[in-house]
């Protein structure tokens, strides 16, 4: 019965691959996020959806790329890997901005 | 964009102490919001305040919305050692669509 839940929880891969991460939520919420968290532990928006359609995008690189099949999921595909998108990437949901529920983060490293 | 700051950096106190860490923006924030991140989760919100002067407390924890509406703190009572962590403030924007989240304050408890 987990709220939010994130798929895998570590993740090694090396520089110039590409690699999915997956996001699902059970609490029927409208609005789904990600977030990046780097090793000084500095949270940032990457992306926002609310009902499939993408509402923020805070000047990410067009490597990574979110997709929304339904409301319930939010994924993030990131292509030609880097050293520097090493980092914890956290999803979220909420049905208004104030109340957000975090997934618990999938450590990325990148060799 | 905005941007929030949050001091101490980091703070290792003595079981039973009392502890303050605030939060301060050079703008205007109509909501605060503090969560707390324990190792290895995501962040989970303690509480939020929606009103300048606004003071809020949940359990141990105080946290008041400075009149200004450009700060805010929290305050633990009696800490313990469950509430090591880091705690951070956020601030949601103008849009009201996002939030910003201030850099974190480690919190580290000795028995």
């Known amino acids: 019965d987990t709220a939010v839940s994130q798929t895998p929880k570590y993740l090694v891969t090396q520089m110039g691959n590409d690699k999915s991460i997956k996001c699902e939520q059970n609490l029927g919420h409208d609005t789904m996020y990600w977030y990046k968290q780097d090793s000084k532990k500095f949270l940032k928006i990457m992306f926002s959806?609310?009902?499939?359609?993408?509402?923020i995008n805070e000047t990410v690189p067009n490597r990574f790329s979110p997709k929304s099949p339904d409301k319930a999921h939010l994924n993030l595909h990131i292509n030609s890997l880097e050293l520097g998108d090493s980092a914890v990437y956290f999803c979220?949901?909420?049905?208004?901005?104030?109340?957000?529920?975090f997934g618990p983060g999938t450590r990325l490293t990148v060799l | 964009g905005q941007q929030l700051n949050q001091s101490p950096q980091s703070m290792f106190i003595q079981e039973g102490e009392d502890v303050s860490m605030n939060c301060t923006s050079s703008?205007?924030?109509?909501?605060w919001l503090w969560y707390k991140q324990d190792p290895g989760e995501g962040p989970v919100l303690l509480i939020a305040?929606?009103?300048?002067?606004e003071l809020t407390s949940n359990g141990r924890l105080t946290a008041q919305f400075g009149i200004t509406r450009k700060d805010s703190f929290l305050n633990i009572s009696a800490s313990i050692p469950s509430d090591v962590g880091i705690y951070f403030c956020a601030g949601i924007n103008n849009a009201g669509n996002m939030l910003t989240f201030g850099g974190g304050t480690r919190l580290m408890v000795k028995p």
């Open positions: 305040l929606y009103k300048a002067g």
């Open positions: 959806y609310n009902n499939k359609e993408l509402i």
């Open positions: 703008s205007i924030f109509n909501t």
């Open positions: 979220a949901s909420s049905q208004e901005v104030n109340t957000q529920y």
